[in-house]
C-alpha cells in the first residue's frame, strides 16, 4: 500500500475553508484516497474517497492532482465541531475499503 | 438503527487473564473489521470478516481470535492478556463489495496490568 504524509498539526479560523493536504508519491493506479476524520477519541468518521477524479459531497471536497501523487482535503466553511484528527489513507480497491491502516493524521484545530 | 456498538466500554484486566470484546451492528453489513488505536498513533486491523463464517487476520492479529456466527456479531477474544494488549478497539462494518464507507464503534478502552 502507498504511504501517505500528512502535516502533524493544522489551525484554521472559524468560517474559513480548511484545507488539508495529503502527499501519496508512491500511489498505485489502482489505490483510493480515503479521508476519514476521529474527533476525541471516538470512532473514526468517514468523509470522502477518490480514485483520480475530484470528489464533493455534503461534508467536504477531495482534490487530487492529476498525477495522482497528491490531494487535499478541502472543509469550504470550518466550524468548531470540525476540530479532530483527519486521517488520509492509500489502499486499492473496494475489496480493501474494510483493510484499512490510518497513519497518525493531522490534528486540525479551529478557532474562533 | 443503533449502528455499530460494542461492550464493554471500559475494562481492566490482569496479564494472563481471558475476555471477550463484544462487537453487533443491526445494518445488516456484510463486512466487518476489528482495529487497536494505541495512545498518540493511527488504527491498526487486527482482524475482519467478508460475512459470516468468514474471517481472516489483518496487519497484527497475534494474541486475538474472531469468529463470526452470525451477521451481525463480531466478537474480539482476547486468549491470554499482556500490558501491550493495552489500548483502544474499534470494530467497524462495511455494506458490501461496492461500498467504500466504514462505521466505527464507539471503541473498548482496555487497560491491562
Known amino acids: 500500500d502507498a504511504k501517505t504524509t500528512q502535516p502533524p498539526s493544522m489551525d484554521c479560523a472559524e468560517g474559513r475553508a480548511a484545507n488539508l493536504p495529503c502527499n501519496h508519491s508512491?500511489?498505485?493506479?489502482?489505490?483510493?484516497v480515503y479521508w476519514y476524520r476521529q474527533i476525541h477519541s471516538q470512532g473514526p468518521q468517514y468523509i470522502i474517497h477518490?480514485?483520480?477524479n475530484n470528489e464533493t459531497n455534503e461534508m467536504a471536497s477531495l482534490i487530487i492532482t492529476e498525477d495522482r501523487k497528491s490531494s487535499t482535503l478541502i472543509l469550504p466553511h470550518a466550524t468548531l465541531r470540525d476540530t479532530a484528527v483527519y486521517y488520509c489513507?492509500?489502499?486499492?480497491?473496494?475489496?480493501?475499503?474494510?483493510?484499512?491502516?490510518f497513519g497518525t493524521g493531522t490534528r486540525l484545530q479551529v478557532t474562533l | 438503527n443503533a449502528g455499530v456498538t460494542q461492550t464493554p466500554k471500559f475494562q481492566v484486566l490482569k496479564t494472563g487473564q481471558s475476555m471477550t470484546l463484544q462487537c453487533a451492528q443491526d445494518?445488516?453489513?456484510?463486512?466487518m473489521s476489528w482495529y487497536r488505536q494505541d495512545p498518540g498513533m493511527g488504527l491498526r486491523l487486527i482482524h475482519y470478516?467478508?460475512?459470516?463464517?468468514?474471517?481472516d487476520q489483518g496487519e497484527v492479529p497475534n494474541g486475538y481470535n474472531v469468529s463470526r456466527s452470525t451477521t451481525e456479531d463480531f466478537p474480539l477474544r482476547l486468549l491470554s492478556a499482556a500490558p501491550s494488549q493495552t489500548s483502544v478497539y474499534f470494530c467497524?462494518?462495511?455494506?458490501?463489495?461496492?461500498?467504500?464507507?466504514?462505521?466505527f464503534g464507539p471503541g473498548t478502552r482496555l487497560t491491562v496490568t
Open positions: 467497524a462494518s462495511r455494506s458490501d463489495g461496492i461500498s467504500y464507507e466504514q462505521y
Open positions: 508512491t500511489i498505485s493506479g489502482n489505490e483510493y
Open positions: 477518490g480514485l483520480k
Open positions: 489513507i492509500v489502499r486499492g480497491g473496494t475489496g480493501t475499503a474494510s483493510k484499512l491502516t
Open positions: 445494518m445488516n453489513h456484510e463486512y
Open positions: 470478516s467478508v460475512g459470516a463464517g468468514i474471517t
